[in-house]
Every structure is written in structure tokens, then in C-alpha cells.
């Protein structure tokens, strides 16, 4: 079985601040972690993934999330926060094996960005 | 390229209709996917199809739910005898093989009077 938490269903920073958003995972294998962005009134937009290379995994748009497997944890970061980057983010998990298609996701955590 | 395309993008209709749900995925994707997105119960998975056949349809949450991909591309999710409980946002993703991360579309929007 597997499962996500999001800490904080809504993170508020300001424009140019540090963006950090909690991912825990529970997994009884090896996961993939994932972390998808949506904007209003579309799908999911895949940010980035760890697939058990380098635990530092850069995406797009300047975020990136360090998967530590002591802490069981895969938080985004992104150094400076732009208002285009005021969404619902989402963290997913899912096996690495075994039936490894099936998306485990978080609750999501709302980002808002201000002026 | 073009990507996961859904339609249609909204759908308002009576309570005890039935309603078709259309998804076109990337080309070349034989992997398939369904989730729901709801208030209450955030993103669940619905069923998986690789190629045509759906060898996961363990997330469907009633017998009223069906689904079918031909040609081993569009796929129909299915809802017979809708209930207000089924209002939600229906997600479509694809991706080349179960391996590979998943495309999502841009979803339905369903709402149920």
C-alpha cells in the first residue's frame, strides 16, 4: 500500500520569497515520486520525477525536489516564487515495480503568490 | 504534438441521464488512464487500459461506471443513471507505456442537477 501527505493544503509566500512544499510518502516498495502542477480549469502538468537516479531532481520552471529516503520526504522547492506560479500543486507516488501505473496522489497544497 | 484531448469540456445535466465521456490520448501512448477529481475525495484512480483491454478497473465506483478504448487509442468513460454524487472533474492521462510518466488532459468538468 502506498499513500502521500501534503503538509499544508495552502502555502502563501510573496513575490521573490522561497517556495517549499511538503511531500511525505508511505510506501512498502521503492516508489516514484512525482509532482504535478494545475492551474485553473486544467489537467495536471508534470513538474518532475524521481525514478531512482539522482535524489536531487530538477524541473521546469525553477522548481526542484530532493527525494531522502531517511525522512521518507519530496518537498519542492523553488529559490524565488512569481505570481505565474500561483496553483495547486500535487504530489504523487507509485510503485516501482510490480502494477507500477497506478498514481497515488496527495491532497494537493494551494499556492498563493503575492505582489 | 498534440496532447491528451478531452471533450466535451463541461457537461451539466439531469440527475438519471446517462453521459459519455471522451478521451483522445497522445498518439502512440498505449497506456490509458481515468481518475476523478472531486472536493471531497481529491484525485482517485478510476481503471487503466493498455492497449484495449482494461486489466485494472478496480477504481470504478459503482456498476453505473463503464469504459471502453477502441483501436487502441479514443476511450469512452461511461455513466449510466447519473447521481449528484458524481459531480466531479473526469482526468484522462496517457503515457507511452506503464513505465513512463502520465500525460493528463485538461478533463470534464461534470456536474450533475
Known amino acids: 500500500a502506498q499513500s502521500v501527505t501534503q503538509l499544508g493544503s495552502h502555502v502563501s509566500v510573496s513575490e521573490g520569497a522561497l517556495v517549499l512544499l511538503r511531500c511525505n510518502y508511505s510506501?512498502?516498495?521503492?516508489?516514484?515520486l512525482f509532482w504535478y502542477v494545475q492551474y485553473p480549469n486544467q489537467g495536471l502538468q508534470l513538474l518532475l520525477k524521481y525514478t531512482s537516479a539522482a535524489t536531487l531532481v530538477k524541473g521546469i520552471n525553477g522548481f526542484e525536489a530532493e527525494f531522502k529516503k531517511s525522512e521518507t520526504s519530496f518537498h519542492l522547492t523553488k529559490p524565488s516564487a512569481h505570481m505565474r506560479d500561483a496553483a495547486e500543486y500535487f504530489c504523487a507516488v507509485r510503485p516501482s515495480g510490480g502494477s507500477n501505473y497506478k498514481l497515488t496522489f496527495g491532497k494537493g497544497t494551494l499556492l498563493t503568490v503575492n505582489p | 504534438g498534440a496532447g491528451v484531448s478531452q471533450s466535451p469540456s463541461n457537461k451539466v445535466t439531469e440527475k438519471g441521464k446517462d453521459v459519455e465521456l471522451r478521451c483522445d490520448p497522445i498518439?502512440?501512448?498505449?497506456?490509458l488512464y481515468w481518475y476523478r477529481q472531486s472536493l471531497g475525495q481529491g484525485l482517485e484512480f478510476l481503471i487503466y487500459?493498455?492497449?484495449?483491454?482494461?486489466?485494472?478497473k478496480s477504481g470504478l465506483p459503482s456498476d453505473r461506471f463503464s469504459a471502453e478504448r477502441t483501436g487502441g487509442s479514443v476511450s469512452t468513460l461511461t455513466i449510466q443513471r447519473t447521481q449528484q454524487e458524481d459531480s466531479a472533474v473526469y482526468l484522462c492521462?496517457?503515457?507511452?507505456?506503464?513505465?513512463?510518466?502520465?500525460?493528463f488532459g485538461d478533463g470534464t468538468r461534470l456536474s450533475i442537477l
Open positions: 510506501s512498502s516498495v521503492p516508489p516514484y
Open positions: 498518439s502512440g501512448h498505449t497506456a
Open positions: 492521462a496517457s503515457s507511452e507505456d506503464t513505465h513512463q510518466p502520465q500525460h
Open positions: 487500459f493498455q492497449g484495449n483491454s482494461a486489466p485494472d
